[in-house]
């Protein structure tokens, strides 16, 4: 079947400007995952969802960075005022149930650059 | 705290060599789950394994084996007569039953299996 997919794979803006990433999950799964990974780094947890409310925000680093899974499914990360610290690849993940027991599938990524 | 430690940060081998990946974690939790993931080139999370607190067999699939010791807080990877295939960041994850089910990754091992 279908795994989790990322729109776009590339995006480039300049800092200051908004931008949004989506995330499509792995049809079924009730949990979603946000991750960012920096150049040489190992992926760092930004938030979690279990259906449409996000139960754990505590690793989104500011209030410019927000996320929202309206309907349960597919969910739109979105950063104000980007930064060029922002740049890094963004990573989803979902799992069938939140659960430490159920692995993570994780899609291929969006890198954003902030020039 | 949570934490994940892979101190290879890279390591070289020439095909057919045997290669193992250390993983080290700190948890307070009485149950929680380790994970291997491999991250090809082409960037996205493989699942590899997943273990729980409470198993300490250790596990074989094909050339891959890993080696859990609750007693050293290591979950250690082999990959037997490495190929060129295995090619890859590798990264150790650790999930704590309780809380929201997020990984904490390590750094990643990047291993380059030379022809």
């Known amino acids: 079947g279908a795994g989790v997919s990322q729109t776009p794979s590339n995006k480039v803006t300049e800092k200051g400007k908004y931008v949004e990433l989506r995330c499509d999950p792995i049809?079924?799964?009730?949990?979603l995952y946000w991750y960012r990974q920096s150049l040489g780094q190992g992926p760092e947890f930004l938030i979690y969802?279990?259906?449409?409310?996000?139960?754990?925000d505590s690793g989104l680093p500011n209030d410019r960075f927000f996320a929202v899974r309206p309907e349960g499914s597919v969910s739109t990360l979105k950063i104000q005022r980007t930064e060029r610290g922002d740049s890094a690849v963004y990573l989803c993940?979902?799992?069938?149930?939140?659960?430490?027991?159920?692995?993570?599938?994780f899609g291929p990524g969006t890198r954003l650059t902030v020039l | 705290a949570q934490k994940v430690t892979q101190a290879q940060t890279e390591i070289s081998v020439v095909e057919k060599e045997d290669v193992t990946l250390d993983c080290v974690y700190e948890?307070?939790?009485?149950?929680?789950?380790l994970f291997w993931y491999k991250q090809p080139p082409s960037g996205e999370l493989v699942f590899l394994i997943r273990?729980?607190?409470?198993?300490?067999q250790n596990e074989i699939s094909g050339r891959y084996s890993w080696n859990f010791q609750k007693s050293t807080s290591s979950f250690n990877f082999t990959i037997t007569a490495s190929q060129v295939v295995d090619s890859a960041v590798y990264f150790c994850?650790?999930?704590?039953?309780?809380?929201?089910?997020?990984?904490?990754f390590g750094t990643g091992t990047r291993l380059k299996v030379l022809a």
């Open positions: 993940a979902s799992s069938a149930s939140g659960s430490s027991y159920n692995e993570q599938f």
């Open positions: 948890t307070r939790d009485t149950t929680y789950y």
């Open positions: 969802f279990q259906g449409t409310g996000a139960a754990d």
């Open positions: 049809s079924g799964h009730t949990a």
């Open positions: 994850a650790l999930s704590e039953e309780e809380g929201t089910y997020k990984y904490i």
């Open positions: 273990r729980n607190s409470f198993d300490e």
